[in-house]
């Protein structure tokens, strides 16, 4: 049984998560989308409403589950029993972080494996930072999120759905 977990802070979930759990969960038996539980202080949605939105895209996928986790990830993945963590790696600029945490992990946690997914090229800009950038100033972010949450990341960020026509007139 091939239990494996895609951490993440998911603030808010792009089309690049998406296409990551949909291609893991093709192959491992089972796939916990795990929300880091951090501060909510700096995050734009709580960690109660970042699990929901998950749970929306992923209610159609038989073996993924959302939950979300507080602390260090190895000693969640000991509690669930889960040895495999998933992470997108979308240019090499990722790689050196990503390669730092992989090997901390598996230092702390020696059965842990990291299995890094090639983000699909048509995301390979994407992240939620740059999400929340765009939608902060207005921006249209219909091509990063699924749609059912356009409205939610505005109203979280104060803004009115205006797009980038409304931007571009403002000049
Ligand atoms: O989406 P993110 O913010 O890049 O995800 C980072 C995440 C949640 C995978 C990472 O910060 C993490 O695993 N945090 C939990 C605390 C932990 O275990 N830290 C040690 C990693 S070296």
């Given at each position: 049984m091939r239990k494996a977990i895609y951490p993440g802070?998911?603030?808010?979930?792009t089309f690049g998560h998406q296409d990551i759990i949909e291609r893991s969960s093709v192959i491992f038996d089972e796939l916990i989308v795990g929300v880091l539980n951090n501060?909510?202080?700096?995050?734009?949605?709580s960690v109660g409403e970042r699990v929901s939105m998950l749970k929306e895209i992923t209610k159609?996928?038989?073996?993924v589950t959302v939950d979300s986790f507080d602390g260090l990830l190895v000693d969640y993945m000991k509690e669930i029993g889960a040895t495999i963590i998933v992470r997108g790696l979308?240019?090499?600029?990722?790689?050196e972080y990503e390669l730092q945490i992989a090997q901390t992990n598996h230092v702390e946690y020696p059965r842990a494996e990291t299995v890094f997914l090639t983000t699909n090229l048509k995301y390979s800009y994407l992240s939620s930072s740059i999400v929340r950038e765009f939608a902060a100033y207005g921006g249209d972010i219909s091509k990063f999120v699924?749609?059912?949450?356009v409205d939610r990341i505005y109203e979280k960020s104060n803004r009115?759905?205006?797009?980038p026509t409304a931007v571009k007139n403002s000049k």
């Open positions: 802070s998911f603030d808010p979930v501060s909510e202080k700096n995050s734009l949605f159609d996928i038989p073996n979308r240019a090499v600029t990722d790689f699924p749609s059912q949450f009115k759905q205006d797009g």
